[in-house]
């Protein structure tokens, strides 16, 4: 189906979970999700199969005033998370742009900088007047960073010199700021610092050839002799326990866009299945098509029952890494079966960008990959159950 084709978006929310919403974070949800359907999913796929950012798209979600939901708006978690959801069904890089910007980056320096920081850089933060980066990862050293990390940070007067390579740093290619994560030389702590993309030193190079996400802009970045001023350390970046304080939040939100990628794939499916004719019948007369079409909507309900009940748990400042972890594991885990069986609905056409499933398919891929492996959250949750940890 073609996006000029493409019908309303069908409800997805079965057991009716936004009900727990207040009324104007049920029609905050309604006015983005319009916004979305008519701004987002349209040009998703051109600028998917040319690998490219639609860069007007930012000054339009500054308009949607959507950065920082929780903290700068005192909205729920729960909203937050199925706002995120909500990008996400629209364009699984999209969702991850703001993802990148507004979870890793804004909740790095919401969580991590220190008040005057915050006065002197959330502002233009906030209404992406700026946007940021986050770059932790590294070429040889991904689920292992926290003892692993080579990018170095050396005290010299009142700056700071960086060298290293970082990574997979989305928006690294545009961005205005990156935080980077450096290990300093005389204590070897890892720290954080707010780094001008314009400075001296400092090259994002875009990764070409991806299968998934492909409108994220993903970059290797070289650090040479990149100077920081100690004013731009983020004050309370000490090890990476306080990293983790940032990952622990951003990994819940990776397991919303698992749920947002179960609306795309269950929207696809049902409105192929309801148009396309097959021996002279709608593809969703058939009992076995509609028991695909069940599985998914059942793997999508249970995704959001879990992150529903954590988002209370979030709420309530309780979270703990294991819970965080499971929920990334299992509904990234249901996402890749429902994308799977969505794919298989659309028989031939679901190999093709042009009708979605395809590109729906290949970024779940990208999605059960990052913000911790399968296999790493598996092991945080294992260690949670025994006691015992299992990563060397």
Not at 27 to 34: F, G, H, I, Q, V
Not at 43 to 52: F, G, H, L
Not at 63 to 79: T, W
Request: aromatic content about 8%; hydrophobic content about 45%.
């Amino acid at each position: 189906m073609t996006d000029a084709a493409r019908p309303a978006i069908a409800a997805t929310d079965f057991l009716d979970f936004e009900s727990l919403l207040t009324d104007a974070e049920r029609a905050k949800l309604a006015s983005t999700r319009e916004f979305l359907a008519a701004e987002v999913t349209p040009i998703c796929v051109d600028y998917w199969n040319r690998a490219e950012f639609p860069h007007q798209l930012i000054s339009k979600l500054a308009e949607q005033d959507v950065i920082s939901l929780v903290k700068n708006h005192g909205y729920s978690h729960l909203f937050a998370g199925l706002m995120h959801a909500e990008f996400t069904r629209a364009d699984t890089s999209v969702g991850t742009f703001l993802g990148v910007h507004d979870a890793l980056f804004t909740g790095t320096i919401e969580t991590l900088a220190s008040p005057e920081q915050q006065q002197r850089w959330l502002p233009e933060i906030y209404s992406l007047e700026k946007v940021g980066a986050f770059g932790l990862t590294e070429p040889e050293a991904g689920s292992d960073i926290a003892g692993g990390a080579r990018t170095t940070a050396r005290k010299v007067g009142d700056k700071w010199v960086l060298n290293g390579r970082k990574r997979w740093i989305g928006n690294a290619t545009f961005s205005d700021w990156v935080v980077i994560f450096a290990k300093d030389e005389a204590d070897g702590q890892l720290k954080a610092f707010m780094v001008d993309t314009s400075t001296l030193g400092y090259t994002a190079t875009k990764i070409e050839n991806k299968m998934s996400l492909r409108i994220v802009q993903n970059a290797d970045i070289v650090l040479e002799d990149v100077e920081v001023p100690e004013e731009n350390r983020l004050a309370n970046a000490n090890s990476f326990k306080d990293t983790n304080k940032v990952l622990k939040d951003t990994r819940l939100g990776v397991a919303w866009q698992a749920v947002g990628q179960q609306m795309a794939a269950f929207d696809v499916a049902r409105d192929y299945a309801l148009e396309r004719k097959q021996f002279g019948k709608p593809l969703g007369s058939f009992q076995m098509i509609q028991d695909q079409l069940v599985q998914i909507m059942g793997n999508l309900s249970a995704s959001t029952a879990m992150l529903t009940q954590l988002a209370g748990v979030q709420a309530r400042g309780e979270l703990t890494d294991a819970q965080s972890a499971l929920a990334k594991q299992h509904t990234s885990a249901k996402m890749r079966e429902s994308v799977a069986l969505a794919r298989s609905i659309l028989g031939g056409n679901g190999i093709v960008t042009d009708y979605h499933a395809a590109k729906i398919f290949a970024d779940a891929e990208a999605i059960y990959t990052y913000e911790g492996s399968n296999e790493v959250n598996t092991l945080i949750v294992g260690r949670a159950l025994t006691g015992i940890g299992a990563i060397v």
